[in-house]
Structures are given as C-alpha cells and as structure tokens.
C-alpha cells in the first residue's frame, strides 16, 4: 500500500485540531490502518516489508531492532515476545510500516530528516525526542554509543566522531551520529535514513521510530533522559 493512502493520517489533523486528544487520534490511526490491512495480501505486504507470514499460526512475525514482534492476524494485535500487547504508538509505528512498505530495494544512501519532504515542519520534535536525547545521554562518553548499539545488534558506521548503524525495521535502517564538542563548537548529533525510507514510513512515523531507537540506547546505558 503505497504512502498516498495515509494523507488522511489522523496524527497529521492533531495540528488542524488541538482540542483532539492524542488517545483519540491513536485509536482511530490504527483503525484505519486495521481496515486497510485487511484488504491486502498477506504473502504480498511480507515480500515489500520483510514480515514474515505465519499461516498456520495466523500471525505476522516482524522484528525491531533485536525484539521479535507478531502481529495477529485477522485483528492486527501487536504482541511483544513477552507476550504483552505493544503500547499504542508502537502498534501504530508497525501497522504503518506494513501498510506503506513498497518492497524498493535499499540505496544505502543515508538522507537527514530535513531532506524527507516536509521534514522541516516536524524538525524541532524530532530533534528534540531523539537527537537531542542522545547527545545528552552520550556526551563525553560517544565510545559507549557503539556498546549500546551492539547489544541491539548494531554495528559501528563511518561518520561524525562515532556512529552506529541499527536496523530498526527489517527495511529501515538507521544511523546514529555524533560529534564532540569542543572550545568552538557543543557536542551535537543526527539520526539518518536510508534514502528510500519514504517508501516504508510516513514523516510522521520516522520522527516515533527516532524516538523509539534513541529510547533503546538511553534506557540501555541506564540513563533515560
């Protein structure tokens, strides 16, 4: 399903409709996204997102980071591989992803947020819920990035001071980058997609999957900020 399909996205209208609450924008994203899911291929949306389809199980199975996920099949619960349903937001993240998957081979070309269209509008949120995070958590101790990032099956990228390299989602891969500071300039960071990364998840949804990868490593090094 290609992304078109999600402008009528409800997360979107919160800033046409303040009063909404998020709750109720939540609900119905992922009831529209349910309504749509059930009219695809199942074989089809694993061949473009890399799920894996379980027939005799009836369930999806899809991983992120190094976390197993299923997703029930034909209601779309999002069970964790504790056996717990996916908070709401995560649950969004993945029926999105399902839904807008187009199977494109990756570049690995890495974009910024800023290069996404309409990256822009949303640039301070996602500066602020990942970036900014992980420079915080990470100054004067980048080397433990790359440790962190190992323990998710990450490994150590080519750019900034130090970076890491994490698949996310099995066809959304991300970079995180960071530099010292020094006398002239603060520590600072970024988070990168592969270039064809809006052709898995709407803009929306890659400022929540920053935030959910930033999340990970803080709460990992035992210092969530």
Request: aromatic fraction near 8%; glycine fraction near 6%.
């Amino acid at each position: 399903m290609q992304r078109d399909n999600l402008q009528g996205n409800p997360l979107e209208k919160l800033r046409d409709n303040p009063r909404d609450s998020w709750q109720e924008a939540w609900t119905t994203a992922v009831e529209l996204a349910v309504d749509e899911l059930r009219q695809v291929d199942l074989e089809e949306c694993c061949s473009r997102s890399g799920a894996v389809w379980n027939r005799e199980d009836a369930v999806l199975g899809l991983s992120f980071l190094n976390r197993a996920y299923k997703v029930r099949i034909p209601e779309f619960d999002v069970i964790s591989e504790t056996g717990e349903e996916a908070p709401i937001r995560e649950k969004i993240l993945f029926l999105h992803y399902l839904q807008t998957a187009s199977g494109t081979p990756l570049k690995g070309e890495w974009i910024a947020f800023t290069q996404v269209p309409s990256g822009e509008l949303y640039l301070g949120n996602f500066r602020a819920r990942s970036v900014d995070r992980l420079v915080r958590s990470f100054d004067g101790r980048e080397t433990e990035l790359v440790e962190m990032a190992e323990a998710l099956e990450g490994v150590a990228g080519e750019y900034g001071d130090v970076s890491v390299v994490l698949r996310a989602l099995p066809r959304v891969p991300v970079a995180l980058v960071l530099w010292r500071g020094d006398e002239e300039f603060p520590p600072s960071g970024d988070v990168l997609f592969d270039a064809t990364v809006v052709d898995y998840l709407p803009m929306e949804d890659m400022v929540v999957l920053a935030e959910m990868v930033a999340s990970q490593l803080c709460n990992k090094k035992g210092k969530a900020v």
